[in-house]
């Protein structure tokens, strides 16, 4: 009998485990007929793949990208990567994706702040295997839109950087998803503080550039800085008449500017050479003077001169260097202003010369892209037709804008000319394929793009100032300056804000500009203090033994 009953017991146990395998084969089989990944994996090696993905999380890294969170520059990623196949702006923030590498990288101001990992690798971890071995994440959100629904998992893994876990919603029929990608992210403001609190009218007053009559402050004047809330000005030799009176005259302006939020760019072509606005100062040699020297200590010292000029002054941005190369010998408007018609040359001499200036903490602006010197006609009475092709333009043209770019530029003027070859509608400066194609994405230029003078004859003999205006700001400018006629620079104002009211333009697109502009005020500490007094004599001495130098 007891024998009987142990038989029995054995058959049910045997019967019992047969069913079990017979139904774990079942499910799984099931699971695979639905797309579903199996999870059976070495529990060892899983768990040290996920100790790695947190322990590079805590040093600003990612598995297989050489790259550290808020430490590297992106001119550091394209120098060892290249360019990126794909490139999106999301608000203040650029995101390259490197689709041979798997990866993501995210920027602002050049600094990295976001690696988007989707490496094979990582893609073998699941949901469960994150919870199993870290505890449950610091935060979950979710994201859906028309392609994808996730869950993110956030881990606060030190007090600067967060991982970020990102897999498919869990469903029924995927109750423990593999993970999609996985970001390394730095908690930076998208916005400088204070742009969230700004009125459209502020915004798009940070977004012009103002020239003026005369050598005293205007009430029409004081109502652009009061109540349009003007972001810049540049000055002309018929506004500057002598040192004392300049000193007056940007006094006056910063004191009338003292209750806005934001200090003004104060600007002046200093090129040097017979481009040389500041009166009472000692001739300076011209670009091509130094170009035929090709002495790239000299071009810094240079720079390093104009800068403490504009200082001295109370001036806090220079619209030099110029950096067209003067192939043309008929060109009416570039000449001497130019360091050469080798590209090579100018580009060396030209970076010099900015770093110079930069060094000074004033704000350089190269120009003029995407280069004015193979023009035979003055943009000022006409406009300048250029019959190139891109592919010619990066043989010579772009070469120093290029190099200037990786050097640090801050700001790049873009110049009117027309290239059919490239954009058969519009001139450069309102050319969304020339700015944000060109110089946006495959040069990376991240910083502060904006528009030679609005009011010259390449412009205006074609296009109304209105629509001009918004054209440029729709191609990808940051500022647009117009540098002549008070009505006009109204009538550029009205017509940005009337874009913006009917959906022309959006807001996120003049934030975008806008955060740039305070950005770069932020950068150089602009402020409002005034100058006291100036030592024209010890200028020009210092003028003088530069030169002998």
């Known amino acids: 009998m007891i024998k009987k009953v142990i038989l029995f017991l054995f058959l049910f146990l045997v019967i019992v485990f047969v069913t079990l395998i017979i139904d774990s084969n079942k499910e799984q089989k099931e699971m695979i007929d639905k797309g579903a990944t199996p999870t059976v994996k070495e529990p060892?090696?899983?768990?040290?793949?996920?100790?790695?993905?947190?322990?590079?999380?805590?040093?600003?890294?990612?598995?297989?990208?050489?790259?550290?969170?808020?430490?590297?520059?992106?001119?550091?990623?394209?120098?060892?990567?290249?360019?990126?196949?794909?490139?999106?702006?999301?608000?203040?923030?650029?995101?390259?994706?490197?689709?041979?590498?798997?990866?993501?990288?995210?920027?602002?101001?050049?600094?990295?702040?976001?690696?988007?990992?989707s490496s094979i690798a990582i893609q073998q971890i699941h949901l469960e295997d994150i919870e199993r071995i870290k505890g449950e994440a610091d935060e979950i959100r979710s994201y859906q839109d028309d392609k994808v629904n996730q869950t993110i998992l956030i881990y606060e893994v030190s007090s600067k950087y967060q991982l970020k876990w990102i897999l498919p919603k869990v469903t029924e029929s995927e109750p423990n998803p593999a993970v999609d990608h996985v970001s390394v992210y730095m908690e930076v403001e998208e916005e400088t503080p204070s742009i969230s609190d700004m009125s459209l009218d502020e915004k798009i007053g940070q977004m012009i550039f103002a020239g003026m009559d005369g050598t005293s402050l205007t009430n029409e004047f004081k109502e652009l800085i009061s109540t349009d809330k003007i972001g810049g000005m540049i000055f002309y030799k018929e506004n500057l008449k002598n040192a004392n009176q300049t000193i007056s005259l940007l006094n006056a302006i910063k004191a009338e500017n003292e209750k806005e939020k934001f200090p003004l760019f104060l600007g002046v072509d200093q090129e040097g050479g017979r481009i040389s606005r500041l009166p009472g100062l000692n001739k300076t040699p011209t670009n091509q003077e130094i170009g035929k020297q090709n002495d790239p200590a000299l071009s810094y010292n240079i720079g390093t001169l104009l800068g403490k000029v504009m200082n001295a002054f109370g001036f806090n941005l220079d619209f030099a260097p110029v950096l067209d190369v003067n192939s043309n010998p008929k060109n009416p408007i570039i000449g001497d202003r130019s360091f050469g018609e080798n590209a090579e040359i100018v580009?060396?001499?030209?970076?010099?010369?900015?770093?110079?200036?930069?060094?000074?903490?004033?704000?350089?602006?190269?120009?003029?892209?995407?280069?004015?010197?193979?023009?035979?006609?003055?943009?000022?009475?006409?406009?300048?037709?250029?019959?190139?092709?891109?592919?010619?333009?990066?043989?010579?043209?772009?070469?120093?804008?290029?190099?200037?770019?990786?050097?640090?530029?801050?700001?790049?003027?873009?110049?009117?000319?027309?290239?059919?070859?490239?954009?058969?509608?519009?001139?450069?400066?309102?050319?969304?394929?020339?700015?944000?194609?060109?110089?946006?994405?495959?040069?990376?230029?991240?910083?502060?793009?904006?528009?030679?003078?609005?009011?010259?004859?390449?412009?205006?003999?074609?296009?109304?100032?209105?629509?001009?205006?918004?054209?440029?700001?729709?191609?990808?400018?940051?500022?647009?300056?117009?540098?002549?006629?008070?009505?006009?620079?109204?009538?550029?104002?009205?017509?940005?804000?009337?874009?913006?009211?009917?959906?022309?333009?959006?807001?996120?697109?003049?934030?975008?500009?806008?955060?740039?502009?305070?950005?770069?005020?932020?950068?150089?500490?602009?402020?409002?203090?005034?100058?006291?007094?100036?030592?024209?004599?010890?200028?020009?001495?210092?003028?003088?033994?530069?030169?002998?130098?």
Do not use: C
């Open 347 to 549: 580009s060396k001499l030209g970076i010099q010369t900015m770093k110079g200036i930069q060094s000074e903490n004033v704000i350089s602006v190269v120009k003029h892209f995407p280069g004015h010197g193979d023009t035979a006609v003055d943009s000022h009475l006409e406009l300048p037709i250029i019959q190139k092709n891109i592919k010619e333009l990066y043989a010579l043209e772009l070469i120093p804008f290029k190099d200037a770019i990786e050097h640090g530029a801050d700001v790049v003027m873009v110049a009117h000319i027309l290239l059919p070859k490239i954009d058969a509608k519009f001139p450069s400066s309102m050319s969304h394929t020339i700015i944000t194609g060109i110089l946006r994405e495959q040069l990376q230029f991240d910083g502060v793009v904006m528009t030679d003078d609005m009011t010259m004859n390449a412009i205006l003999g074609h296009y109304e100032i209105g629509q001009a205006a918004v054209d440029a700001v729709k191609a990808g400018n940051d500022i647009v300056l117009v540098a002549h006629d008070y009505q006009k620079l109204k009538r550029a104002i009205d017509a940005i804000k009337q874009a913006v009211h009917n959906g022309e333009i959006s807001e996120e697109r003049i934030n975008t500009s806008v955060n740039r502009i305070l950005l770069l005020k932020e950068k150089y500490k602009l402020s409002n203090e005034q100058v006291k007094d100036i030592d024209l004599k010890g200028i020009n001495q210092s003028i003088e033994q530069t030169i002998g130098k």
């Open 44 to 117: 060892s090696k899983v768990e040290s793949l996920v100790q790695l993905v947190f322990e590079l999380a805590e040093k600003g890294q990612s598995m297989d990208v050489p790259f550290i969170v808020g430490e590297t520059d992106v001119q550091d990623v394209h120098q060892l990567w290249g360019a990126p196949e794909e490139k999106s702006e999301v608000s203040t923030a650029i995101y390259e994706d490197f689709l041979s590498k798997n990866v993501t990288i995210g920027h602002r101001s050049n600094i990295v702040f976001d690696i988007r990992s």
